[in-house]
């Protein structure tokens, strides 16, 4: 069967995330997304798994419903055991900080694992994500002895401050930071800030599945990025078919523009300074504002580590399809904030209409929305699937700016109602 998975999310426990990270919530927000599969980030801290452990219960090998929820069993949500843990280390005199999320096939095995952990000296208890000085190759190390079918994924592998290829922190190759453990590394983590597109460039990350997931801290933002399988419901159909980049069951990737992200080109927040990786290299990766180093972003490292040019597409490649978050397409085609009263008016009607919101927004015929939303939502939706908005790229932690309309469009559209 047909599936979208998002594998990486965050509880209440982690730092900066919502109180509503919490089962019922994910489930209820799963439904309204269209999310079939959703990790349960996590799994080391004590109450969170605690709290797993007394709601979940097994349904496919793997994977786990709650227990209160009614529904009809083929239509719940599949919750499968995920976490996240940074490192912090140094090695070959460098300081590292590289997240990685772990997929996990059963309790016994988190049970193993959080306590193979805390033996290593890491603090679960602080954090959802917890801080650990353990090098990644370690990690993989204790994981992997703890249960062979944990699946190892290097989170968002571009971002600067925490990630494997991070230009303020990371490595070069994989190999560089996994050493022996590279063999069992078997998919990568995209990130907000990038796409496969950009990875493709780069020969040496061929061999692994470019998954895509939302990292939510908030449960509205699951299924910003998410990645879709056709295979059967269970742990092993879902890890075997990234093991094998099969396209028949690994069918594609729901991506951000990547230029949407935060980290997407390089700049300095506190200066307000954007740059292309053409622009840094002018100033020499200096901010021309503090004469301080630029936070060199996403694009950039990616261009970096290519060895292909821009454009090229593997054999084989995974697709993805790029869309825009269906309230940020309602917010600009009603002219109003994506928090408004009538966002949510219309984001609710359309999801009780059309049933989710990747069915809106992969799906749908457009003629058939236009019957049941204002035209210039529709076409809103229509020109995001086609690519047709522009992007103030984000840099430096902050998100960019997307805009779907331009401005004679919205000019129009004004002289239109006012005529009427």
């Not at 399988?229 to 742990?235: G, V």
């Not at 002018?282 to 021309?288: E, G, S």
Request: aromatic letters at 10%; glycine letters at 8%.
């Amino acid at each position: 069967m047909e599936f979208i998975a998002d594998l990486h999310i965050h509880s209440k426990y982690s730092r900066a995330t919502s109180s509503q990270m919490e089962l019922e919530p994910l489930d209820q927000w799963a439904k309204i997304k269209g999310i079939q599969v959703l990790g349960t980030g996590d799994f080391t801290h004590p109450l969170w798994f605690a709290n797993l452990v007394q709601k979940l219960e097994p349904a496919e090998p793997g994977l786990f419903i709650l227990k209160n929820d009614k529904g009809d069993f083929k239509n719940r949500t599949r919750f499968l055991l995920t976490s996240e843990i940074s490192c912090i280390y140094t090695k070959n005199g460098k300081v590292r900080k590289i997240h990685i999320v772990f997929f996990a096939p059963s309790f016994e095995t988190v049970a193993k694992i959080n306590k193979d952990l805390a033996a290593a000296g890491g603090n679960l208890k602080s954090d959802g994500r917890p801080i650990l000085g353990l090098d990644a190759e370690k990690l993989v190390e204790i994981v992997l002895n703890a249960d062979p079918k944990v699946f190892v994924v290097p989170a968002h592998i571009y971002t600067p401050w925490f990630s494997l290829f991070g230009s303020r922190s990371g490595f070069d190759s994989l190999e560089e930071c996994f050493e022996g453990y590279s063999k069992y590394i078997y998919a990568g983590e995209t990130g907000l800030s990038s796409d496969p597109a950009m990875s493709w460039r780069n020969s040496k990350l061929d061999k692994l599945a470019l998954i895509s997931s939302s990292d939510a801290h908030s449960p509205a933002k699951l299924g910003r990025e998410a990645t879709v399988f056709d295979t059967e419901l269970s742990y092993e159909a879902i890890t075997g078919a990234l093991k094998e980049k099969d396209p028949k069951k690994f069918l594609y990737t729901v991506e951000f523009y990547p230029e949407e992200g935060k980290y997407h080109y390089d700049g300095h927040r506190e200066c307000n300074i954007s740059l292309s990786p053409a622009e840094s290299k002018k100033y020499n990766n200096i901010c021309p504002v503090c004469g301080r180093p630029l936070t060199i972003g996403v694009l950039n490292r990616a261009t970096e580590l290519a060895d292909r040019p821009q454009g090229f597409k593997p054999e084989n490649a995974i697709p993805f399809k790029s869309l825009v978050p269906l309230q940020e397409i309602i917010a600009e085609s009603l002219g109003v904030g994506v928090v408004s009263k009538k966002v949510g008016a219309a984001y609710d009607k359309m999801i009780k209409e059309f049933g989710s919101e990747f069915n809106i927004l992969l799906k749908t015929p457009i003629e058939d929305m236009s019957k049941t939303v204002p035209a210039r939502i529709a076409e809103g939706v229509e020109k995001a699937r086609n690519g047709q908005l522009s992007i103030n790229p984000g840099y430096d932690g902050v998100f960019g700016k997307i805009k779907i309309f331009s401005e004679k469009e919205k000019n129009n559209s004004i002289a239109q109602k006012k005529l009427f």
